[in-house]
């Protein structure tokens, strides 16, 4: 091999190489989104969403379905919307108890 063709095949491998890392990291970012919008689909709360999921490089579509759908049937149940008044009145209840718990209360 002359030394002509010996840079040739490393620029070669050079610019494989790089297409390699562009594929990989397209691949990344579609999974990504993939996975944030599956996750709005299912209704996965955002602070669930921001610890972030295992997932492996290269899941496929069905896979991360399964997974997320795994994952929020392992979420606590939604509670009913509370008001800032109800909110107000257990806060005050917990409050008069442990005072009477401590025999701060009496």
Do not use: H
Request: with cysteine.
């Amino acid at each position: 091999m002359t030394e002509q063709e010996k840079q040739e095949f490393q620029a070669l491998k050079e610019q494989v190489k790089k297409q390699g890392e562009y594929i990989a990291r397209k691949q990344k970012e579609e999974q990504t989104a993939y996975v944030a919008k599956k996750a709005v689909e299912l209704g996965i709360p955002k602070w669930r969403v921001r610890e972030g999921f295992a997932l492996k490089n290269k899941a496929t579509e069905q896979e991360i379905t399964d997974y997320l759908t795994k994952v929020k049937s392992n979420l606590p149940q939604e509670q009913a919307d509370i008001t800032s008044e109800e909110t107000k009145a257990i806060a005050d209840s917990l409050v008069k108890g442990m005072g009477c718990i401590s025999g701060l209360g009496r």
